[in-house]
Structure formats: C-alpha cells, structure tokens
C-alpha cells in the first residue's frame, strides 16, 4: 500500500537545538542526511518530518509559529503518518528513499510549544529516518509512504 503526499517545506539549521529554516531544495546524501544540516551524521536520525497538519492544530493556539519551530526536516502535507512504522520506506520525488528508525522522540526539556499548548507533537507524530539512496529534492516534490 501507498500513502501520498507533498513536500510543503524543507528546514534545515547549522546548530543542535536550534528552530531550522526553510530552503529553496536540498541535496539528501546516502547514509548522512540532508547536507549542511546539523543532525546529519552517521546515526539512525539523519532526517525528521513531521505532517503539515499536526503543525495546523498547534497554530490555532500559536499563530506566529515557523516552518522549522519543531526541529523538523520535512514538513509533508496529505501525508497520513498514522500508517507509518519502523522499517517502512518513504520515497521523495523519483530516487530518494528513507528508511524509518524511528516514531517519535522525547521532547526536549522546557520546550517553548509544550509550554505554551500544553502539548509538544514531535513525541508522538515526529517520523525520522536514514537515509538510503540520497538525491535533491525541493518543496512541492512528492513523497510516499510505501508500507509494503
């Protein structure tokens, strides 16, 4: 089965624990990440995404809330997560691929959006993964969740 979506952003940033920033594209290298940003490396979180539309539910409460406030790679939009599972694919335009390690994360100590909503969503709703055949891919490329 395959779910489809859309890129709506890609955000990176050049320090841990720091908000990313949206760019024009991105180049994904094979066992790194996305290249120039600061959770790229050789470990099992080279890239984080997280659903347009759990970030919609968070600005009701926040409106002035940023493409990147989550520490997130990709934002996708009509990508339905709740099918996700370790192990499963995730392909963006015609040749990247990812693999998911991981769903989910602890949510970082005083983090400003828990504070403010009472609720963070990266500890339930954040997906990350490696990444398995690298490419450039920009905003308004698709992505696929293959779940088989």
């Known amino acids: 089965m395959i779910k489809n979506g859309y890129i709506e952003a890609i955000c990176v940033s050049t320090g841990k ?7 024009d594209e991105a180049e994904f ?6 290249k120039d940003d600061a959770h ?6 080279q890239v984080s995404l997280l659903a ?11 409106p002035e809330l940023r493409q990147g406030a989550f520490a997130e790679n990709i934002i996708t939009r009509n990508l339905d997560f709740k099918y996700a599972v370790v192990g499963y694919t995730i392909r963006i335009g015609g040749d990247i691929l990812l693999k998911i390690t991981q769903i989910g994360k602890e949510c970082h100590h005083g983090c400003a959006i828990k504070q403010q909503t009472g609720e963070c969503i990266m500890p ?7 990444v398995l055949h690298g490419g450039i891919a ?9 779940t088989e």
């Open 138 to 146: 920009k905003p308004g490329d698709s992505i696929e969740l293959i």
């Open 52 to 62: 347009g539309e759990s970030i919609d539910r968070l600005k009701k409460q926040i």
């Open 17 to 23: 624990g720091t908000v990313k920033i949206p760019i």
């Open 124 to 130: 339930t709703e954040g997906i990350f993964a490696k």
């Open 40 to 45: 790229a490396g050789n470990w099992h979180r």
């Open 29 to 34: 290298v094979a066992g790194h990440g996305i």
